[in-house]
T-cell receptor, first 113, second 116 residues
Framework: DGGITQSPKYLFRKEGQNVTLSCEQNLNHDAMYWYRQDPGQGLRLIYYSQIVNDFQKGDIAEGYSVSREKKESFPLTVTSAQKNPTAFYLC????????????FGPGTRLTVL | AQTVTQSQPEMSVQEAETVTLSCTYDTSENNYYLFWYKQPPSRQMILVIRQEAYKQQNATENRFSVNFQKAAKSFSLKISDSQLGDTAMYFCAFIHYSGSARQLTFGSGTQLTVLP
């Protein structure tokens, strides 16, 4: 089955620790994205990657980092510099960058204790 | 700045009836795409329908259809014959067709509850 997987589904972190969220896709999509969702709000773009070994900051990149070493994988690291990291994180991919429809993974709920 | 406004935070509808969710957006561009996504309690974001701004004909997908009014910058979603499985948060979004900052801009969502 083709799709996007995110792991883990739930993640708990102590303050001051970095944590990495996984995102894998087997859709052969070139573009991948990370979004953050807070209660009562829409999705906000953290980072995106148009192609392997390339990525760009979105609207709220501070305190986050990404890598794109493989086409299938786009991990997101939430660093200790992120002041309010508790949120729901969604990964998405699209065939090409821009107007191609984005398809989403099931998400990871991160809670900072 | 690009914005998307969904003025109805919550709505409810009886099973089998029709409901319309509203969405307005603001952009100075002429070429863009519009989307409705649903997020059920599982929190998986699922594409409902997509509309190209250059097309005058409104998009339809089975029980889901849109009313796209480009001049008014309005993009409402109509759900016919509502089913219990339609209960979800619905997000309106758009993206520009060209330019370096092509990113999906989302509204804040409308929580729809279908009542038995």
């Amino acid at each position: 089955d083709g799709g996007i997987t995110q792991s883990p589904k739930y993640l708990f972190r102590k303050e001051g620790q970095n944590v990495t969220l996984s995102c894998e896709q087997n859709l052969n999509h070139d573009a991948m994205y990370w979004y953050r969702q807070d209660p009562g709000q829409g999705l906000r773009l953290i980072y995106y990657s148009q192609i392997v070994n390339d990525f760009q900051k979105g609207d709220i990149a501070e305190g986050y980092s990404v890598s794109r070493e493989k086409k299938e994988s786009f991990p997101l690291t939430v660093t200790s510099a992120q002041k309010n990291p508790t949120a729901f994180y969604l990964c998405a991919s699209s065939k090409g960058f821009g107007t191609d429809t984005q398809y989403f993974g099931p998400g990871t709920r991160l809670t900072v204790l | 700045a690009q914005t998307v406004t969904q003025s109805q935070p919550e709505m409810s509808v009886q099973e089998a009836e029709t409901v319309t969710l509203s969405c307005t957006y603001d952009t100075s561009e002429n070429n863009y795409y519009l989307f409705w996504y649903k997020q059920p309690p599982s929190r998986q974001m699922i594409l409902v329908i997509r509309q190209e701004a250059y097309k005058q004909q409104n998009a339809t997908e089975n029980r889901f259809s849109v009313n796209f009014q480009k001049a008014a910058k309005s993009f409402s979603l109509k759900i016919s014959d509502s089913q219990l499985g339609d209960t979800a948060m619905y997000f309106c979004a758009f993206i520009h067709y060209s330019g370096s900052a092509r990113q999906l801009t989302f509204g804040s969502g409308t929580q729809l509850t279908v009542l038995p």
